[in-house]
């Protein structure tokens, strides 16, 4: 079989303007740029805003190996398996960070035959809503240290100088970081504002920090926002630091919230592509389901569910992750729940739960996880298990995907179906990545079955309770621990946070995605973990509380070889190496 | 009058393909990215490389007021004039930064009736340029800070760990900082890579900082470069830190190079826009005079030489900035120089020079230079007169372009007139900010009968001359000073620059714009000055050293009242505020 890149790059795809046709898109809702994307303008929502809803698809996946389980193959395959089988459908899909290109991921523009293309200008830039992101945030960050200076710099005199309110900003307490977009660790924790002896020139010295541009409560935002006058709103509440006497500061406040809106202006906008066999793509927003809510925008959704019968899209790692978030943050804002779910599970990464492997992000797995083991398998089964439990636990109606490898054999691949058959859900075979929509017709007849199921779908706890009592709730129901341990510093976040009031906000938990607790050696399905809480953050202009568990990074790194080696340009300008 | 904002959004602009085929450029040498803005491919040199060449006119100006002169304003209005007088013409302008858009300066795409359009999307992101540099710079940054990382923490396993060279790098000498397209003053000194105590987890501690992207030498490599083979190969060369032996560190040496050029692939191509009376416009790189050498691209000149007879471009600030190094680098390495040059006066501007004036940045200017008055303006005249003689200096004919404004008198237009027709250059008076195009016929035909001279065009110096010698020049025959102060820290940078073999590069002056000397406060004409040189730098990949003089910063701050206050979006998305 080709590479992913030949794959795409060979790909006969037709001109942006024929997507949007076919899809429904009228001409002037469409902004193209090049041949192969467009911009989608919001007139289509006013114009479509009474037509039928379609049915929301969720693909999410098992407790995921290092290498993936081949979620986005299966969101792009399924998507083509519905239209070979005739339904009317959409993809949405969350643009891919370029930290993660260049850095031990490489692209994530699904594979093999289930690809959206040109995939090299998915995993690089596509539009520049990343940049976008990057840039309101950092701007943000610029205004609130120069207001800090300016007010420490003037005292009394500020408001008669400026004309502006002195705010009373308590230096200490600026919450606002920095962003890039690329796997940078030496600017986790930095101090800024370093000046020469005797000098305030460069501002006001402090520690702070940067995280990768998909953990920004902006990327959030623009995921969650309904349409561009709530991501106006939502700009504006937004907290960048807190006064002397301990009120939010906000964007707002600063007048700082118009700018960045006007820079998120045409990111609001969410992005038409297309899979190699034509189903027309929205792609929109990058947030990471471990260190964010992890799923593709809501406007992106609502422009789908207008235009197809059939909406697949994606939440980051496995159900305890984006799903999760797809439920409790996603659906509580756009107010529509999932239709149906899809656990994705491979028989490599079942036996990678069985425990008995000593497995380390960023080290090869061992041979033997890809050879048969039918005692491995049995005992990773507990995970998927789990998944399926866990998306049932919401009410969705779960088909699980057995994404076939290669090295698979049919003998294991017919146990593993029998044994969630016996569960009594839906399951099929999908060979996505070799067959493209070919390979994923059974799964796409499994999706449309649980469809004709009427929905039932339910949060997991009610977001007006108290903060310890979702963060319980999360913990218990949501992972199957013994509780919640609060470390100071959570208990006096939620006394705050709750005095603030903004008790009452959805919990977006910041987790790893490699066990289903907060702890990544505990594999298959743990239940004897508690789940420790080390700090809580406002989001006021996301809508949630950001919580933090365990050791969660908020800026990756790059490995010892990163993904950037092997990419270059070719005399023709094309681009080489990136799936490599 | 209307403001600039309005008049761009109420302008009827030519569908984009419209006026790319009206200027020669084919269909499929034409990417669009919406209605108002397209990249153009570089087939298009392949296809018009024999083609005869346009005449290359360099708008420049007096030593600015803090408030311009209105030399993007004259740019886009003489190239309006010339289509008024029938010439085909094409303007090549810089990218705006969004730094300054948010800061003190507002917009960068002309005003009133000599405008690109449409402004807001000249003025923020454009097709993502700027993005782009700022994306592989700060991956290059990452890498090499990874590289050093990974390097120390494997020790002599390094190279049987990862199958890579052990560079031997000196954690040190990493002489590569991060950027940022926003004006952050915190961000000019900061310390990367704090830990915990006893980690190394967050990389290796060193102090840093952040230029603003306009200075970073992508900008200028992507400004320089003459195809993409030559962007790819000056990539390469970057310098990102010294070995433990004093060795340069380079880009391809760690093998991010590659990757690099496929983040600047696209951004290498020009953007085709239009002015409000419909000239072609390429938009292209965005590097600043005073801090890098602040002239749009090569390759956006050399496409537009070949489609028109006239191109007209900007060199930022005085002569002394942004055309010396038009001569001196860009056209070095383009092998192409300005074929006339017109210098942008302002009576204000003149009175601003006389020194009679306390004018500090950031500051209003006093209401009395905007009144008449003949002894501040005869003072000021001398600052025009160096730079009609330093254009000449350079072989190349000046045409002076006195930009009218409303509070103008008739009396000191007619005698500043005449006294630049009495040194014997030519002069014509603009009101392309009121009139647009009609407003420029006469400094148009003025410019043609420069253009109709044999043009003599010449280097200030060889490039093979001593760095000494060649900053000597600059001081002495470039800005009229008696000579060079070096600092032991810039005798040190010389003596290991040529000894590392690149002391036959130009040099490119990061010095104060608001004088022709490094000394802000020396008005007028001044020659009784030593230019203080604080350190060098070498550009490998540019092509150039960059050297300090005085006090300049490569990262602005952001004022007590910024640009950002007043900008944002209505309700029907459209942007608010940006021309206040």
Chains 1, 2 share one sequence.
């Not at 890149?5 to 046709?21: G, N, R, T, W, Y």
């Not at 189903?279 to 609502?302: E, Q, W």
């Not at 490699?514 to 989001?539: N, Q, T």
């Amino acid at each position: 079989m080709q590479s992913d890149l030949i794959i795409s790059q060979q790909a006969k795809l037709l001109p942006i303007a024929d997507v949007a046709e076919r899809a429904g898109i009228l001409a002037d809702e469409l902004i193209p740029q090049g041949e192969a994307k467009a911009k989608v303008k919001f007139s289509l929502l006013q114009r479509l805003d009474n037509a039928p809803r379609g049915k929301l698809v969720v693909v999410t996946a098992i407790t995921p190996t290092p290498l993936g389980e081949g979620k986005t193959v299966t969101t792009i395959g399924l998507s083509q398996g519905l239209k070979a089988i005739g339904q009317q459908v959409m993809a949405c899909i969350r643009q891919p960070s370029m930290g993660p290109v260049f850095g031990v991921k490489g692209g994530a523009a699904g594979g093999g035959y289930s690809q959206v293309a040109p995939m090299e200008e998915l995993n690089l830039h596509l539009t520049g809503d990343i940049h976008a992101v990057s840039a309101a945030h950092n701007l943000a960050a610029a205004a609130i240290d120069a207001r800090v200076y300016h007010e420490q710099r003037h005292g009394e005199k500020f408001e008669a100088k400026t004309g502006l309110p002195n705010l009373n900003i308590d230096p200490e307490r600026v919450v606002w970081d920095r962003v890039v977009d690329m796997n940078d660790r030496t600017l986790r924790r930095v101090t800024i504002g370093l000046n020469a002896p005797g000098s305030t020139a460069n501002g006001l010295e402090r520690e702070s920090g940067f995280d990768i541009t998909a953990a920004s409560e902006l990327m959030a935002i623009l995921a969650l926002a309904n349409d561009l006058a709530d991501l106006r709103a939502r700009l504006g509440k937004v907290v960048l630091a807190y006064s002397h006497d301990g009120k939010p500061v906000t964007a707002e406040d600063i007048q700082v919230a118009g700018a960045m809106a006007a820079i998120l202006r045409d990111a609001a906008q969410p992005t038409l592509m297309q899979t190699l066999e034509g189903v027309p793509t929205l792609v929109h927003a990058g947030p990471f389901a471990n260190i964010a809510h992890g799923n593709s925008s809501i406007i992106a959704d609502r422009m789908a569910l207008r235009l197809a019968d059939v909406v697949v899209t994606e939440g980051g790692f496995g159900s305890d992750m984006g799903f999760e978030k797809a439920c409790n943050i996603k659906a509580r804002a756009a107010g529509k729940g999932p239709d149906a779910a899809v656990v994705v599970a491979t028989l490599r990464g079942l036996k990678a739960n069985s425990g008995q492997y000593d497995l380390r992000p960023g080290q090869a797995l061992p041979q033997a996880i890809f050879e048969p083991d039918a005692a491995a398998l049995e005992a990773g089964f507990a995970n998927l298990k789990w998944h399926i439990e866990n998306v049932q636990r919401y009410g969705v109606p779960a088909v699980v995907a057995l994404n076939r490898f290669p090295q698979d054999t049919d003998e294991e691949l017919a146990w593993l179906k029998g044994q969630v058959e016996a569960l009594g859900a839906r399951v099929a075979i999908s060979e996505a990545f070799a067959k493209g929509g070919a390979g994923a017709t059974e799964l796409a007849h499994q999706v449309m079955d649980a469809l004709a199921q009427p929905a039932d779908f339910q949060f997991l706890y009610e977001a007006e309770q108290s903060i310890e009592a979702k963060l319980l709730t999360m913990a218990e129901a949501g992972y199957g621990g013994n509780g919640i341990e609060l470390s100071d510093k959570a208990r006096a976040d939620i006394a705050r946070l709750e005095a603030l009031g903004f008790g009452h906000l959805p919990v977006c938990m910041a987790k790893t995605p490699l066990s289903i607790s907060h702890d990544p050696a505990l594999k298959g399905a743990p239940s004897d973990f508690v789940v420790p809480v080390r700090g809580l953050r406002l989001c006021a202009g996301a809508g949630f509380i950001y919580v933090l568990t365990g050791n969660v990074m908020t800026m990756p790194g790059l490995p010892e070889r990163p993904g950037y080696l092997n990419i270059d340009i070719d005399a023709n300008g094309n681009i080489t190496g990136l799936d490599e």
